[in-house]
């Protein structure tokens, strides 16, 4: 019997569609909420309610596997109750949570454990309050400039053709003459944010890899040339531009690897994309217990899982930023 694996079939990212979608009661009286619930009645979705967007406790699925792999294409639509933002150090003061979970199958991600048996992508309906509390944390700090990541725990790129939200934060930091947004996408579907009014507000970044890494470890995400493609369509568009490249990763042939990575980024994109360009690198870490999680769910992955070579404390990483600006 051939072994059971979490991993999707490779194939060009098209946008997330969910198999199922939960709500939460209270978000249909939000204009947000009944939207989506038009849109999933429309695309014939099967649609339940629950309590809570925290529990979700009947997902179908035999094992543990098949309902991580359900739970990976499940949409659950609720509302932020904790409007208390994490810290976001070192790449933003704050995190803003529009959403939570990946569609994505990224064998090395944080995600893994930190949404423990929680993997299914959520929506927040209660935009406002969201924004009304980020205007909040903004207006403690003037006359210092506050950022604020929207990418910590999910890829709002990914569901934006659902939910909206993140067009509506880029358009709110728009208008902030002390506060700055910033996201990072493996995701390639960014047209509709193109005529955003972002006023240079918002930095907009791209997770790249070489070749290897992304064949291998980030099935169910955009093409390298995807993402690079969707990067120029940004830079003309007057983003401020980003790359991560994240996690770094040893392989055999890994620098000639890299270095083609760069190659390719310095001939493909166009001449907007580099006048105020950003890098941040980070280096693959894990803890024991993503390990475990990881071989759980993807059972035949490539990923160097040698602790003498890659184990950390929870959450530990090398983080190194650059910038590259062309006046």
């Known amino acids: 019997m051939p072994t059971q694996t979490a991993e999707p079939s490779r194939r060009a990212a098209s946008q997330f569609m969910p198999d199922l ?5 209270d978000s249909l009286k939000y204009p947000k909420g009944r939207k989506i619930y038009e849109w999933a009645e429309r695309e014939r979705l099967p649609i339940q309610m629950t309590t809570s967007h925290n529990r979700i406790t009947n997902l179908p699925g035999r094992t543990e596997l098949e309902k991580y792999k359900i739970a990976k294409k499940t949409l659950v639509v609720g ?15 704050y995190a803003i949570p529009i959403s939570t979970g990946c569609m994505g199958h990224c064998h090395y991600c944080y995600l893994q454990t930190t949404l423990g048996a929680k993997p299914y992508i ?18 403690e700090r003037i006359p210092e400039i506050t950022r604020f990541e ?13 939910s909206g939200s993140l067009k509506e934060l880029i358009e709110f930091m728009g208008k902030q003459e002390y506060g700055r947004l910033r996201f990072v996408t493996k995701f390639h579907h960014v047209d509709s ?15 790249v890899n070489a070749d290897y890494v992304i064949r ?32 770094i990763i040893w392989y055999d042939g890994w620098e000639d690897g890299y270095r083609q990575l760069m190659e390719n980024l310095q001939r493909t994109l166009p001449a907007e994309a580099t006048r105020d360009l950003t890098f941040e690198l980070i280096q693959h870490r894990f803890t024991k217990t993503a390990k475990r999680v990881i071989m759980e769910r993807y059972p035949k992955t490539k990923l160097e899982m040698d602790e003498a070579n890659g184990a950390a404390g929870a959450r530990e990483s090398t983080y190194i930023p650059m910038n590259r600006r062309r006046r």
């Open 21 to 25: 979608v939960y709500f939460e009661p």
């Open 79 to 93: 509302i932020r109750k904790t409007l208390k933002f994490d810290t976001s150090k070192p790449s933003a003061e």
């Open 122 to 139: 959520r929506i927040y309906v209660n935009t406002e309050e969201i924004l009304g509390a980020a205007q909040k944390y903004i207006d």
């Open 150 to 162: 929207a990418a910590c725990t999910s890829d709002p790129v990914g569901i934006e053709h659902i």
């Open 193 to 207: 944010l193109l005529d955003a009014k972002h006023n240079g507000n918002t930095r907009f970044r791209f997770s």
């Open 216 to 247: 291998n470890f980030e099935p169910s995400t955009s093409s390298f040339g995807d993402r690079i493609a969707a990067a120029g369509k940004v830079a003309r568009a007057g983003y401020p531009l980003g790359f991560i490249i994240a996690p």
